[in-house]
């Protein structure tokens, strides 16, 4: 059987990974409960105007049969919640996970661990943008580096803005990562890339599994 990804928020991140990934034959689980809204466009490169209203999983899923033909693409409109998370997310190979909220990505971190399925992560505000992929028992994953879901309200895509050209950068980066992943190539696992747009650099640190991370230490 060929493997599938689950993309967790198909936005200005999910879309250019999805396209990645479908254009490499891999068959795709998109999971987003929102509409299109015009404001989303100029990062969201699989919707045009028409689009407006639509729910994302689904007008991303008609884009993509446009675009690579033959293309497999599972849409679900649904929001991931606790309850839900494990039985959206089995039977997947990897998961990509672009969320522009941080309950989101710490939940799809814990469902990932209880099903010990390989996760990429990735995040932009504004000029920045990050990416992480995560094998399990290779390097650290999502809790191993940013710990706990912080109790303010955090900045995220929403309220800081973000520049189109670097979140389809992260997006291909992630897409990049999951095809590793699926190769069964652990080397960039726990790597915790940083891309700045501004100043055009980019970095990459490896962080070590935490040994008292919930997730993945060692009790
Ligand atoms: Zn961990």
């Not at 690579?68 to 649904?78: D, F, I, L, S």
């Not at 992929?133 to 879901?149: I, K, N, Q, T």
């Not at 109790?151 to 950068?169: K, L, Q, R």
């Not at 940083?194 to 055009?200: E, I, V």
Request: glycine share 10%; with cysteine; net charge negative.
């Amino acid at each position: 059987m060929s493997p599938i990804v689950a993309v967790v928020g198909v936005g200005g991140l999910g879309c250019p990974a999805a396209l990645a990934l479908a254009e490499a034959g891999v068959a795709l689980r998109l999971i987003d409960e929102d509409s299109v809204e015009r404001s989303n466009l100029h990062r969201q490169v699989l919707f045009t105007d028409a689009d407006v209203g639509r729910r994302k999983v689904e007008a991303a899923r008609d884009a993509l049969a446009r675009i690579a033909p033959g293309a497999r693409v599972e849409a679900r409109a649904e929001h991931l919640v606790p309850e839900s998370a494990e039985e959206l997310l089995r039977g997947v190979s990897a998961i990509v996970e672009g969320s522009d909220n941080l309950p989101t990505k710490f939940l799809t971190a814990d469902a990932a661990a209880g099903l010990r399925v390989p996760v990429v992560h990735g995040a932009c505000v504004a000029w920045h943008g990050t990416v992480l992929p995560v094998s399990w028992g290779d390097g650290a994953c999502y809790r191993c580096v940013f710990e706990e879901l912080p109790d303010e309200e955090m900045t995220n895509c929403a309220i800081a803005g973000v520049y189109g050209p670097v979140t389809s950068v992260i997006g291909a980066l992630m897409a990049a990562d999951a095809l590793r992943l699926l190769r069964g190539d652990r080397s960039t696992a726990g790597n915790l890339a940083r891309y700045d747009g501004w100043r055009q650099t980019f970095r990459s640190t490896r962080f070590p599994r935490r040994s008292a991370c919930p997730l993945c230490g060692d009790r």
